[in-house]
């Protein structure tokens, strides 16, 4: 076991300090992407219907700025950069709470239908990933 747990140090080792770049890309791309698709937003939408047109339009903008200020935060040096990173953070977190409140109300924690149940559903990852980096920030 210690010469395989070895090995796949050596192996990982010079990975580490993209370890961060790896979730905050993924997790930077999806939101921008799940807001960059409601835009220009339907006023009929399920969205706007639900939750009233400049609420639905303040989501979907709030989607799209807090993806792309994960990355950028993590671009920018120092207490700037890390203050975006926490924000963006901050606001996905703040989205996600409301998407797994509202939109997904519906949906079982360790059960319900097939792509009904919350542990099995990446609304609840992007949530801890928006508090990891409110958390976090830019700390290595």
Known sequence: MEKLNNLLE???NPLVGFADWIIRLGLG????LHGFGKLPLDASGWLASNLGYPVALMVAWGEVLAGLGIILGGLIAG???SLITRISGGAIGVIMIGAISIA???W???FGERGSVLFA???LFLLLLGIYFAIKGNQK
Do not use: D, L, P
Not at 29 to 32: G, P
């Open 104 to 106: 997904h109300s519906n």
């Open 79 to 81: 207490t700037i950069g």
């Open 121 to 123: 559903s990446e609304q």
């Open 29 to 32: 791309i999806s939101f921008f």
């Open 108 to 110: 079982g924690i360790f």
């Open 10 to 12: 050596k192996i990982a």
